[in-house]
């Protein structure tokens, strides 16, 4: 995602997110407690829109994923997705099964980690979302589900198939994918969905001090690591480590390296610029 602006203006007004920013941190909260926060159209055009704009906005060096009441996210809702997409034309259904496709994208090719603060329910695209951060901070009664075959659909919707099986194994994802039975938290932390389990009540308190702690290292650094970590996964390995020396010796020459260098010689904490 380049930082380079056009002649869009920024977004002042997201009306299917809420979104609060403070010390190099966006937190992007979900906001249909009723609803466990089911995903309409309208929160899936957003979340699509709104990673590139963070991007090019220059201020988030971390951001935080949750959502609001009793669950992170149960997936698209019943009424307003699956009920409008039996209406739908074969056009307009792959419209919005790539618009669903381009969130996923979004999150993985943004230049910040995400923290996903999942607590109750991450099903369906849900799960997915959570998925595709860079960090799942997971409550212990908190639960996940790929829940696509259970309503008639293919479990390989949103990049699951291709992101699943590189999280927890070709085994663990078939079995996910295939049934969509709800996984438990502990279950999840064993075959590796899990970055960090936290008590009831405290995700949200968890992944806001590790952004913290991710806005306030080297930007720079991250942004790379997560680009190599997403775009080497389907490389071999020479092309990999030439992708990695080219990227070293770049980062080489940056404000952050030569700073590093200054405040371990000076004794000192290193000031991160993230350039």
């Known amino acids: 995602m380049s930082p380079m602006r056009g002649s869009a203006s920024t977004t002042e007004e997201w009306r299917h997110l809420r979104l609060s920013h403070a010390d190099g941190v966006t937190t992007v909260t979900l906001d249909r407690p009723d609803k466990l926060n089911a995903l309409t159209f309208g929160a899936y055009a957003d979340l699509r829109d709104l990673l590139p704009e963070l991007a090019r906005d220059g201020r988030t060096r971390a951001l935080v994923l949750g959502g609001e009441g009793r669950g992170f996210c149960s997936g698209g809702d019943v009424d307003e997705i699956i009920g409008a997409t039996l209406e739908m034309g074969a056009g307009e259904l792959l419209d919005f099964t790539r618009m669903t496709g381009q969130v996923v ?133 020479g092309a990999a480590i030439e992708m990695d020396a080219a990227t070293q010796a770049l980062l080489m020459t940056s404000a952050d390296y030569a700073e590093f260098h200054a405040a371990f010689t000076g004794k000192r904490p290193p000031k991160w610029e993230g350039r």
């Open 105 to 237: 994208r979004a999150l993985r090719e943004c230049p910040f980690p995400v923290v996903a603060a999942i607590h109750g329910v991450a099903a369906g695209a849900g799960s997915v979302l959570a998925l595709a951060s860079d960090f799942r901070v997971v409550e212990r009664s908190a639960r996940f589900a790929f829940l696509f075959t259970r309503v008639g659909l293919s479990g390989a919707d949103m990049g699951a198939a291709y992101l699943l099986p590189r999280v927890v194994g070709l085994g663990h994802a078939t079995r996910l994918l295939m049934l969509g039975e709800p996984v438990g938290s502990e279950e999840a932390q064993r075959i590796g969905l899990v970055s960090e389990l936290t008590e009831d009540g405290r995700a949200g308190e968890a992944a806001a001090a590790l952004a913290k702690r991710l806005a306030e290292g080297p930007a720079l650094a991250y942004a790379q690591t997560k680009a190599l970590l997403t775009a080497e996964l389907d490389m071999p390995l």
